[in-house]
């Protein structure tokens, strides 16, 4: 029991032991908590590194597609463009062409009516009257239709702005309550005719036109300005005015002369050379 005892009490006051502290107190002086806390620190930065890294190249990939998607749009109306004025420019070739070929069977329709002895004077004036072929004078109606004053900045939407349907609802009542000839802002209308909007322009057969949009109507004045505000056509026409804030206006002529229609018109073109 002694030798035991002695042996306990030389090992737990042996200077050995407490000079391998001392050592291990040196050497590895910081705790090894720190250590580990040092790591999760060096990673976070580096994932706050990487993250924004990813959120950059998320950035310059979809301000790449975002150009790469404007320019498939650009070439895309650029072709719609193209597309459309080759159209215009073939369906005013085939307008021409058919405006040439009605003024060609008019003259062979009055050749052929003298052949016969029936081109009496007045039925060779009544039919230029109602083929628009002959200047007429006398009194009437002027019919103006304007725009709204904040057209300008609503183009865009077209609100505020007269419309093909508005200047053929005038055009057809006035015809209808017996005006003997019409025209809108100078061109003549008569069979054949229309008036429609292309692009952002209305056109009469095939001249644009502008407001404010003036129609002259040659017969009886109070007939006539009685036609735009009875039944459907007043109902439409003062809804027209009361929601796009387009004007309507009407004034009683006691003489005025409308032109007679231009049945044939010329058109040409030139090719202009690269570099000039």
Do not use: C
């Not at 720190?34 to 998320?58: C, D, M, N, P, Q």
């Not at 405006?99 to 002895?117: C, I, M, N, P, Y």
């Not at 004077?121 to 002959?134: F, K, R, S, V």
Request: aromatic share 4%.
């Amino acid at each position: 029991m002694t030798n035991q005892h002695a042996s306990s009490s030389s090992a737990g006051n042996d200077p050995a032991a407490s000079m391998s502290l001392l050592k291990a107190i040196l050497e590895n002086p910081l705790d090894a908590g720190y250590g580990t806390y040092h790591e999760k620190a060096s990673r976070g930065v580096t994932s706050v590194f990487h993250r924004t890294i990813t959120i950059l190249i998320a950035i310059a990939l979809g301000i790449g597609a975002g150009f790469a998607i404007s320019g498939l749009r650009a070439q895309a109306q650029g072709d719609v463009h193209s597309s459309l004025l080759s159209h215009a420019q073939t369906q005013t070739q085939q307008i021409t062409q058919m405006r040439d070929e009605v003024a060609t069977l008019r003259t062979h329709v009055k050749e052929l009516s003298a052949q016969q002895g029936q081109s009496s004077i007045h039925e060779n004036a009544a039919t230029a009257l109602a083929n628009a072929d002959t200047q007429v004078s006398g009194p009437g109606l002027k019919v103006t239709l304007t725009d709204a004053a904040n057209a300008v900045s609503s183009r865009q939407s077209g609100q505020g702005q007269v419309r093909d349907q508005d200047i053929r609802m005038v055009v057809n009542a006035l015809w209808g309550a017996g005006a003997e000839a019409v025209s809108v802002n100078g061109q003549r209308i008569g069979p054949g005719s229309f008036i429609r909007t292309a692009g952002s322009a209305i056109l009469v057969d095939i001249t644009p036109i502008s407001s404010p949009y003036t129609i002259e109507a040659i017969g009886d004045a109070n007939t006539l300005s009685l036609s735009l505000v009875r039944g459907s056509t007043g109902d439409y026409l003062s809804s027209a005015e009361s929601l796009t804030g387009i004007k309507l206006s009407a004034q009683s002529v006691k003489e005025m002369t409308l032109n007679a229609r231009d049945n044939r018109s010329t058109r040409w073109s030139e090719t202009i050379e690269e570099g000039h």
